[in-house]
């Protein structure tokens, strides 16, 4: 199971860091990704990290800006997201798989979305 919380309402410019917490498997043999779905649009790839911590990957859309990082001992993935701008406001959802790429159709377990709005 994965659980994620995090979300809110931010002014543009503002942070907000998401956590996805494991429970009943352990992540250091996943991968995990952080994916987002703004409404009328389809879900994408925000970041995804290794559950090794060693690879990571960001969409062209967040770089410089999210960190994804992992915390074995808790289990738990986080996407720190500094530099808000209104077209991050979107549903976001983390998940875990046997995976290469950080496309959402991959992946197997799933959390629940956090709703994440930023405000201009």
């Known amino acids: 199971q994965l659980q994620a919380s995090g979300g809110g309402l931010v002014q543009a410019g503002g942070s907000l860091r998401l956590s996805c917490a494991a429970s009943?498997?352990?992540?250091?043999?996943?991968?995990i990704g952080w994916f987002r779905q703004a409404p009328g649009k389809e879900r994408e790839g925000v970041s995804c990290?290794?559950?090794?911590?060693?690879?990571?990957y960001y969409a062209d859309s967040v770089k410089g800006r999210f960190t994804i990082s992992i915390d074995n001992a808790k289990n738990t993935v986080y996407l720190q997201m500094n530099s808000l701008k209104p077209e991050d406001t979107a549903v976001y959802y983390c998940?875990?798989?046997?995976?290469?790429?950080?496309?959402?159709?991959?992946?197997?377990?799933w959390g629940q979305g956090t709703e994440v709005t930023v405000s201009s």
């Open positions: 998940a875990a798989g046997d995976v290469v790429h950080c496309t959402p159709d991959e992946y197997d377990y």
């Open positions: 990290i290794s559950g090794s911590g060693g690879s990571t």
């Open positions: 009943g498997f352990t992540l250091d043999y996943y991968v």
